[in-house]
């Protein structure tokens, strides 16, 4: 109210209670604790050990002593004690904090006091900063000693009174001081020293130089100057995660040069003050919820059992957190299904930084400031690819070179600049550490001695760019992409985009649907192939080598090994240095998008170490492909692509350069039902034998079948409800055998709207599995794996005897130090057999060595982790080919048998079909024309595509325009193009390129109209652009009802395409007809085409006779409205009589 700032410092420990000290208006400081009730801080201040209020003074340098004579009257009356003066002979007291009247200085006077100690009442010694806020808190505390601190502290806590003072000790002690109950951790202790540097390092300076602190209470002082001797040690300080009494006064004495003007205040969205919460330290804090849960069932366990009779197995139940990892994975906020619509879009989701979340905030509450461009997100997180919508802002994305360091903080690379010279070193900077620092873009020119080139350049210095002389420059960026994310950086022409469009760009690409065949942008950005690499999409050869076998399954390389000096980890395998590359063929992603993997090498190739063998989905010749590059005109078409729609010509679709493939997974499964089981058959009751044609004994669609909607994928039967047959049914039954009226028919069809072709099926039981006996089936698994573990026994013994055969051994020992073969024995056959054994390996200490080569204990060591992982393997599939034997498949309780089938359709590109550009240049396929009327060229080259010009001014993305002419040339001339963000082609070289390849240097020709053969009057804009089909596909989209489900309340029809509902027709629609005066239609609409139960009936019975259509009756809604009315206790009826 007085116009006062108010400021407020909080700690938050990883674990243990928050502490917040904030000052108020009446200039003191009170803390809360848990966000409870609060308390001055003089008494937090005293209950922690500064007991007297000399002892708080002399903390923040408040106590003056003056000394005593008649003529100091005028400079002492005012002025308050800071300790309690005694007269000796009449045993008076005048306490501290006593403001020195002329009585009480007259009084102290005569007591023989030679100097009194008091409050100062100006500014501080120290950069005058005013201290009052201090001194004004302890005159308002309640509290003069240790013990009454100490009980207000715990009242206001516990909101009941301590039981004695020790226990309140404790109490407090606990809450911040312990460590079982209290922890910074090792970000929060980090913050506090990075943030508190300076407060802490004149604290220091402070404290070692009074000599009158020495005297504080209960050795108080002792503790603090430990605890500065463990700070200035640097690796003990960060040990010390719970807080101590340094820090508290460390904080205080920030707040004071807050209130002071002194200080800055934490900027929340800085990166510093922000930090990456990893899957893997979310899934530890799961598991230590988890495993202090099962600790909890243990002691409970323990309490009421006899202890004599309990075995461990009895004590512990894994599930319990099991279940906790489990749910975590399962229901958390976080935990997403991954995007797999092509390589970019998996990679982007695993890139993905999220403010939501358990912990994090809220779309609801989070603001403006949080959501936006931050300067400390340089390098960091991407200013352009985040969603659109309600998450803008609160989702972004890892830049290019962005890392993530141990503590969480986001760091990016800079090279070091000394003195204007450019250094080859890199290093990595976070938020904080790059904090003042003076930064110069790549573009800056340089000198042939790599020293900057200008003697001032613009630099970057926290949200600024000032000039700056070059010598000031402490770090240059590493490269133009650093500022920006994969996607973003895969947009070339980047720099003439308008933010909101490349936004756009960035986050179709996700959307790109792979096409039947890939081709790679003509116009790229140097990033695809990165991007197609690290996505792990293409299979890159581990070795160099060469190719032995291709066919359309696998790849089949044979490494070049120098078996002398190295271990490769293909020796163990069957076919030693043989390594086998499995592809991926028509798999299914999460988006029901194709994966599918298909060679690029052939037999008898070389290949070295890195080179790509095979290309995915989405990948040409390993670099990225999205979509197709197409001819492009940008002119008027007959009104067909008003609106960002798009004219495309016939031949993308007779040429599939459109088409994708997509796999849909159906899955149908038997329950035990309370009637009896459900069954899986193709004997299904009252359907013809064409409809079960498809489909094989166990009633599941055979392979290659085709199938359209309504088709029988899955027959299935599932039994009635028990009736009492008549005497006439049982009869007729006994005769017949009639079972059909027992089941009724539960099959799966193909839902509306879907044909394609089965291209796989599955079938899991939970029974046992018919065939041989089960004994001689684990028989036979058991003699299948005894001699894969007999070979890779031989194989490991021959690969050791190689390695050490006839070397001496400098001595093998176990773990605790045992000899287990002397020093200086020969490596025999004897002594070699004993490695066979899995004990004695495990046993041994191989970081010792076994011999005097350093590169044969590492070759050795690589061998046996190998041998051991291989061995493991063997035991593992041993054991879930015996499991499913015994068991059957894991299948979900409840589920006897569950069968999936795959069906995959080819789409062409069609009406209504989402295409885009990469810069964020989207539309909707408005009209397919022949070929014969598209507009063409001079020379007869008929354009593919026509875009509308009216969709580039407006949007300020001219990127497009540059890939449009570029692309040109670079078709004409039979290249690719490269031109990375920032520093890319110039307009003076797009247009030499355009020359080069002898096209008009601004990019436009003549047209001619495919209709009449007429020119336009105008030149158009034509060229190359790359174009993606994204996965909005009108097939999914399309949807119509007649008649369905409708809501239970208000019994008006469901809505969307999934529940199979209807169109809303609202408010804005009423008005419409209205307008027009279209009364019958507006009846319809508000009754029996929306809620009028008996009138719908009747009129669709109406409509099925032929006859004229009924009066329509009263809709539900009105019902349901005079039902509330009747529940708010108002009595409302319907009067047939008019009054």
């Known amino acids: 109210p007085n116009g006062k700032k108010m400021y407020s410092a909080k700690i938050v420990p990883t674990r243990g209670s928050w502490i917040e000290f904030q000052t108020d208006i009446n200039n003191q400081i009170f803390v809360y604790i848990d966000q409870k009730k609060n308390f001055l801080v003089s008494a937090l201040l005293r209950a922690i050990g500064f ?98 601190a100490l009980e207000i502290v715990y009242e206001e806590l516990r909101a009941n009174e301590a039981p004695d003072i020790d226990a309140a000790r404790s109490f407090l002690e606990r809450t911040f001081f312990n460590q079982k109950k209290y922890d910074l951790g090792d970000v929060g202790r980090y913050r506090i020293r990075k943030k508190l540097a300076r407060e802490f390092e004149e604290l220091e300076t402070y404290l070692s130089g009074k000599k009158e602190l020495r005297e504080l209470s209960d050795g108080i002082y002792q503790k603090i100057l430990q605890t500065i001797q463990s700070f200035s040690d640097e690796p003990v300080g960060d040990d010390i995660l719970v807080l101590t009494h340094f820090d508290i006064i460390a904080v205080i004495n920030y707040l004071i040069k807050l209130v002071n003007g002194q200080a800055e205040v934490d900027d929340v969205d800085h990166l510093a003050n922000r930090r990456v919460r990893s899957v893997g330290e979310q899934l530890a804090a799961q598991f230590v919820v988890g495993l202090a849960r099962m600790g909890k069932n243990v002691r409970e366990k323990l309490n009421s059992r ?15 957190v099991s279940s906790v990892v489990s749910s975590f994975f399962a229901t958390s906020q976080l935990s997403q299904f991954m995007d797999q619509t092509n390589p970019l879009a998996e990679m982007t989701n695993k890139r993905r930084v999220s403010a939501l979340g358990p912990g994090g905030l809220t779309r609801e509450r989070a603001g403006f400031e949080v ?43 800079y090279r070091v600049v000394e003195k204007g010279q450019v250094t080859d070193r890199v290093v990595m900077l976070s938020a904080e ?73 960035a986050n179709m690409q996700r959307q790109a649907v792979p096409l039947l065949t890939s081709e790679a942008p003509v116009v790229g950005t140097g990033m695809e192939a990165k991007v197609a690499r690290d996505s792990r999409s293409v299979i890159v050869a581990e070795e160099s080598g060469t190719v032995e076998e291709v066919t359309a399954d696998y790849i089949r390389v044979r490494y070049d090994i120098d078996t002398e000096n190295e271990v490769h980890l ?37 290949v070295a170490k890195g080179d790509v063998l095979a290309d995915s989905s989405s990948t040409e010749n390993g670099e990225l492909a999205l979509g197709k590059n197409v001819l492009v005109a940008f002119m008027p078409w007959r009104g067909y692509n008003f609106e960002d729609a798009i004219i495309l010509s016939e031949r993308l679709v007779y040429d599939d350069v459109f088409t994708s493939i997509h796999i849909h997974e159906f899955e149908a499964n038997v329950r035990d039902t309370k009637r009896g089981e459900e069954q899986f058959t193709r004997d299904i009751y009252n359907v013809s034998e064409d409809a079960l044609r498809n489909l094989d004994e166990n009633g599941i669609v055979r392979i290659g079948a085709e199938v359209k909607e309504r088709d029988i994928l899955v027959g299935k039967i599932t039994p009635k409800g028990e009736s009492d047959p008549t005497p006439e049914e049982k009869l007729l039954r006994a005769i017949f055998g009639d079972k059909s009226s ?45 001699q894969k573990e007999y070979d890779l026994r031989k194989r490991f013994a021959k690969w050791l005897n190689q390695l050490l055969d006839g070397k001496k051994t400098t001595g093998i020992f176990n773990e605790k130090g045992k000899v287990l073969v002397a020093e200086g024995s020969v490596f025999d056959e004897s002594v070699l057999a004993r490695f066979s054994g899995l004990p004695f390996l495990e046993s041994i200490d191989f970081s010792k060595g076994l011999v005097e080569s350093k590169k044969v204990n590492e070759n050795v060591i690589r061998l046996v982790k190998e041998f051991r992982f291989k061995l493991k393997d063997i035991a593992d599939e041993r054991e879930n080919e015996k499991y499913k034997i015994n068991v059957g498949d894991e299948l979900p309780p409840g589920i006897e048998e569950l069968a999936k089938v795959y069906i995959a359709q080819k789409r062409k590109i069609q009406v209504g079909d989402k295409m885009a550009g990469r810069h964020g240049n989207k539309g909707v396929v408005g009209k397919i024309l022949s070929i014969e009327d598209m507009p063409f060229m001079e020379d007869g080259t008929p354009v593919d595509i026509v875009l509308n010009p009216l969709g ?23 290249v690719k193009f490269k031109t990375p963000i920032f520093n890319g082609a110039t307009y003076e070289e797009v247009q030499n390129e355009l020359e080069r390849a002898g096209l008009p240097m601004h990019g436009k020709v003549s047209l001619f109209d495919g209709r009449t053969g007429e020119k336009f009057d105008d030149e158009v804009t034509v060229g190359y652009i790359y174009m993606l089909k994204l996965s909005h596909l009108v097939d999914d989209k399309i949807h119509a009802r007649s008649t369905g489900p409708y809501s239970l309340i208000t019994q008006q029809p469901l809505g969307g395409k999934a529940q199979f509902g209807g169109q809303r027709f609202g408010e804005m629609e009423v008005w419409a007809l209205e307008a027009y005066g279209a009364a019958n239609i507006l009846r319809e609409m508000l009754t029996v085409k929306s809620d009028d139960v008996i009138g719908r009936n009747k009129t669709y019975e109406a409509i099925v006779k032929g006859q004229n259509l009924p009066e329509p009756g009263t809709p539900e809604s009105f019902n349901v409205l005079v039902r509330e009315l009747q529940g708010l206790g108002l009595e409302i009826r319907i009067d047939e009589r008019v009054p």
């Open 433 to 505: 550490d790059e904090e003042n620092k003076i930064t110069v873009p790549v573009s800056v020119p340089l000198d042939e001695n790599r020293k900057i080139a200008l003697e001032s350049v613009q630099a970057r210095t926290k949200g600024d760019y000032p000039l700056v002389p070059a010598e000031d420059v402490n770090y240059m960026d590493v490269s133009p992409v650093q500022i920006v994310s994969a996607a973003a950086a895969l947009i070339p022409f980047l720099e003439h985009d308008d933010g909101n469009r490349a936004l756009m760009g």
């Open 742 to 786: 027992d089941v009724k028919d539960a099959s799966m069809h193909v839902p509306a709207g879907m044909k394609g072709i089965v291209i796989k099926t599955k079938l899991f039981s939970r029974k046992k599995k018919v065939g041989l006996d089960v004994k001689d089936r684990i028989e036979a698994v058991d003699k299948r794996y005894d």
């Open 570 to 606: 293909s020796m163990l395998d069957p076919d030693e240095g043989l390594k086998t590359y499995k592809l991926i063929k028509f798999k299914r992603s999460n988006q029901d998008t194709c994966i599918s993997q298909k060679s690029l090498v052939r037999t008898a190739q070389r």
């Open 952 to 974: 580039v001014p407006s949007r300020m993305n001219i990127g497009q325009l540059y890939e449009t002419s570029l692309g040109w040339a670079a078709k004409k001339l039979g």
């Open 371 to 413: 959501r936006d461009v931050h300067y400390t997100h340089y390098g960091r997180l991407c200013p352009i690819e985040t969603p659109e919508g309600p998450n803008i802002g609160l989702i972004s994305s890892l830049s290019v070179y962005a890392e993530i360091n141990d503590k969480g903080f986001i760091q990016t690379p």
């Open 306 to 320: 006899d202890s004599d009779k309990i075995a461990p197995a009895d004590l512990i139940n894994a599930r319990t």
């Open 51 to 148: 007991a007297k209020d000399e002892d708080i003074l002399g903390l923040f340098d408040l106590v003056e002593e003056i000394k005593m004579s008649a003529g100091k009257k005028d400079q002492l009356i005012g002025k308050y004690l800071a300790s309690d003066i005694v007269d000796m002979q009449t045993g008076e007291v005048v306490s501290a904090r006593t403001a020195i009247t002329e009585d009480i200085f007259e009084q102290i006077l005569a007591a023989g006091y030679k100097a009194v100690k008091v409050m100062k009442s100006y500014s501080g010694s120290d950069k005058g900063q005013d201290k009052s806020i201090i001194i004004n808190t302890i005159l308002n505390d309640s509290s003069a000693t240790e013990e009454e």
